[in-house]
């Protein structure tokens, strides 16, 4: 299937991307400042899963950012929309076949750790996979990657001191933290917040980890940066709405972006 879904694009662009960039929901602005710009659909790659959720446009982005050259995923896919695991971690496998070597991750999630607020950006530091059913399930493919990977550090500490300086420089506080996914679609209630708090989660969200799992299995250095879009259930005095947190995304956005961009520079 990758074998197929590579040839398809190479049949389009020779173009062989450094960085991976996914984008969650409402942050598409960054793609305005790409030089080169060739798009590719997701539904026109033969076997590639298409996003459905809403927000999320479902197509690869490829050209020049910062002097690098990037691929973009605008759109992602998740466990909700009915996808197995692998099929959720597709794009990330074919832009590696393709060059890739670093992968930002950015997504929307709800807020645990008290101090924070909705707005707020998150550096992931860690995460935890234990709610989520493993990409690497299966027979492994030795070209890709090792049967037992190591994640003792899935998010690059070189990465992140990178974009913690480039934070730094623009003035930008980013606070720190474990990601959690769950499969989602629903919201979670007080209870599971309160147990996901007394497991060390600090920010919770319905995509990233198993994306974070598969990228460093199959060799990328990694990182990920998490937009609090709301004080999760429970702690929030009121119900959460996709509205508010696709409203948070479009807010932060060119905060994001900038600090993606002064970030890519110096990877
Ligand atoms: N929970 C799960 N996923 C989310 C949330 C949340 O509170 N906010 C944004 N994505």
């Given at each position: 299937m990758l074998e197929q879904q590579f040839e398809y694009i190479r049949s389009i662009t020779d173009f062989s991307p450094e960085i991976l960039i996914i984008l969650g929901s409402g942050l598409g602005d960054i793609c305005d400042g790409i030089e080169d710009r060739i798009e590719i659909e997701y539904g026109d790659i033969p076997s590639l899963p298409v996003s459905t959720a809403p927000k999320h446009e479902g197509k690869f982005i490829f050209g020049t950012l910062s002097g690098r050259r990037v691929a973009i995923m605008q759109g992602r896919v998740h466990l909700y929309e009915g996808y197995t695991p692998q099929e959720a971690v597709n794009h990330i496998r074919l832009i590696r076949l393709l060059g890739a070597k670093y992968l930002v991750i950015t997504n929307a999630a709800g807020g645990i750790n008290i101090g924070f607020r909705p707005g707020d950006l998150m550096m992931i530091d860690d995460h935890i996979s234990l709610f989520v059913p493993s990409p690497?399930?299966?027979?492994?493919d030795d070209k890709l990657g090792t049967r037992f990977p190591d994640m003792s550090e899935v998010y690059s500490k070189r990465l992140r001191k990178i974009i913690s300086d480039c934070a730094d420089d623009i003035g930008v506080k980013l606070q720190n933290g474990v990601y959690v996914q769950l499969t989602g679609p629903a919201f979670e209630t007080p209870a599971e917040i309160r147990a996901l708090a007394s497991l060390g989660a600090d920010a919770v969200g319905m995509s990233s980890v198993i994306e974070a799992e598969a990228a460093k299995h199959c060799g990328y250095e990694v990182c990920g940066i998490s937009l609090i879009s709301n004080l999760a259930c429970g702690i929030s005095k009121t119900p959460i709405t996709a509205e508010e947190v696709h409203e948070a995304g479009e807010k932060i956005t060119p905060v994001l972006s900038r600090l993606i961009i002064n970030s890519i520079g110096k990877f």
């Open positions: 690497l399930v299966g027979k492994n």
